[in-house]
């Protein structure tokens, strides 16, 4: 009989769900699960070449020490006492994990738990540091607390869609199809495109503004300072609800027109056409994602974002507010345990004594981080100096993903200890491991992910963990326990997020948002069969649904928004407003005159360690390409599909030239996902420099100047 499973994509953050089938030779099949609130039975190319996928080629199938396999005692104590060496000689900073919204959430509470609550040190950041921190860093300025206020639902519902520093259709695709037929069924929408180039997002765009890289400031303090002289402005919404309206409207208001269109390198009428758009349009959906974050000015973009939904009101209402969309399937999941090394767990902040004191007293642990710990980039110099004596890496790639890759690669060659545990013993990341540890898949797999609409979902186990590999909250607990802490005797995921949901209610959590507390004390089935669900969760839960399939569906609970009467998380319950000035965005010089902008295609994931596996996948765009504008083609003299080479003053790589006019003049872009693995010195992060946000940290992976010339082999 063939048995078929409930799951979730281990793609992007827009958390499909997905029915995996199991028929009696083994053969496994995938479907759209059509219960699943975020997709109804709809899959992009990625979700539905999963069973392409989950092959054993490359596995990582036994632990390893130096080359040789071991046993699990052996490598288990030797990162244990590794680790607690490096820490009795040196300090709990002298130690870090660097983990990945790969994880699932039951994966992320452990290591967090270890890391601050028994190591004492918060040196755990995570590749979602490169793909939303600035979100979450704009959010807590804004609201208080880390909290997406609206829903999938919202983009439907709206009347206006803008799309900023977003290619939805590639790198949400399913979202994206839920746009474009809510377009397709209601012709009066409008959607608004802000990319500096034309993508296929655009296509359905009834306005695409070709913005100058890094003018998303000037541009939405324009439209506030537009705003503000219309009646758009909801003058009750600001006084019951807001502070600091004054001065951000003076900030905003500063710069003239001439120097508008000069800072966003737009006209005069597509600025007029997106600002009376937004006036006159009630129902208002900003969505935003890596344009906006990966900057070095990202955290302001976001607020100056949000300062616009405020003036209006638009905020928690159906069909309107702002829309950050998160890049990977657990991003939100890992916000949700303190997966960032600038937070505590269950949305608490670590710079506060309160919070602190409540998250070691709940965890009866020795001790608690007092401060902040090391953000993605930060960490990787503190290896490359050596303040870091001992790194374990789990489910990431950091040799390809990391800007200035090549140091990157070079600091972890470097590391007294490194640890990785990964599916996969092939990964640019893995050959540079002292210890290996082998993880389990997807489809082996058993916890929860939370999505870009703050929807918690089960990824469930469908296929036999292989050989000998482990889950990562096992192996976590495992080294956890060798290094002399109680608390980590967890014997299932099932009783990993019983204690993630206590945490996030005890004590009323300090009065945050996030509250799962309704799901305290789920027992295994419940778990087992959890149907998808949104935080805050209601009072009496969602225990369990009817289903004919292994795992739970149906439909459920009505959309949950936040902030459309206030209510925001700061002391006063009141939002604030954050004066944000346009940062100086050219960096181009004479010998880097281009800016290279990187991103995603439609049929790859990350750095293709999975994805990379279907033939079908990458039959879509079968190698990198830079995508170049015909004038500057000319110039350089680069043919179509001719090779140019592209350098920073961090590196070089050698990609073929794709000339088009959806590229605007200057600009390149490169796709990110490609390494050594797939193509040579393709690795497109070894050019981008580690230049980060001041406030979160991220890594400005869109604004790079670099040079192009043709490729001359020697
Ligand atoms: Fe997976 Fe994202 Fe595609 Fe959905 S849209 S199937 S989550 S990759």
Known sequence: MPIETKTTCPYCGVGCGVIARVDDDGAVSVKGDPDHPANFGRLCSKGSALAETIDLDGRLLHPEIDGRQAGWDEALDLVAQRFSGAIAEHGPDAVAFYVSGQLLTEDYYVANKLMKGFIGSANIDTNSRLCMSSS???????????????????????????????????????LYQRLAAAKAARPGMKVVVIDPRRTMTADIADLHLAIRPDGDVALFNGLLAHLAKSTAIDENYLAMHTQGFAEAFATASSMTFTELMDRTGLGASGLRQFFGLFERTEKVVTCYSQGVNQSSSGTDKVNAILNCHLATGRIGRPGMGPFSLTGQPNAMGGREVGGLANMLAAHMAIECAADRNRVQRFWASP????????????????????????????????????????????????????????????????????VLLPSLGWGEKDGTVTNSERRISRQRPFLRAPCEARADWWQLSEVARRMGFAGFGYAAPAEIFDEHAELSAFENNGSRDFDIGAYVGLDRESYRTLPPFQWPAPANGIKASA?????GGGKEEKARRFFADGGFYHPDGRARFVAVTPAQTDRTSTDYPFTLNTGRIRDQWHTMTRTGKSARLSAHIAEPFAELHPRDAIEIGVGNAALVELKSPHGKTIVRALITDRQTRSNIFVPMHWNDQFASRARIDTLVPPLTDKVSGQPASKNVAVSAQPFAAS
Do not use: Q
Request: with cysteine; glycine share 6%; hydrophobic share 50%.
């Open 136 to 174: 979450v860093a704009g959010h807590r300025r804004a609201f208080g607390s880390d909290t997406v206020p609206g829903t999938y639902e919202d983009l439907e519902l709206a009347d206006l869609v803008v799309l900023a520093g977003s290619n939805l259709a590639w790198c949400h695709p399913v």
């Open 367 to 434: 001790r608690i981080a007092v401060r902040p710990g090391l953000k993605a980039v930060d960490l990787f110099d503190a290896v490359a100096d050596g303040r870091i004596k001992a790194l374990w890496i789990m489910a990431t790639n950091p040799v390809v993903s990391m800007p200035d890759a090549a140091a990157v690669e070079a600091a972890i060659k470097a590391c007294p200890f490194v640890v990785v545990s990964d599916v996969l013993k092939t990964t640019d990341t893995a050959r540079h491991a002292h």
């Open 547 to 551: 289903s004919n399939t292994t795992g």
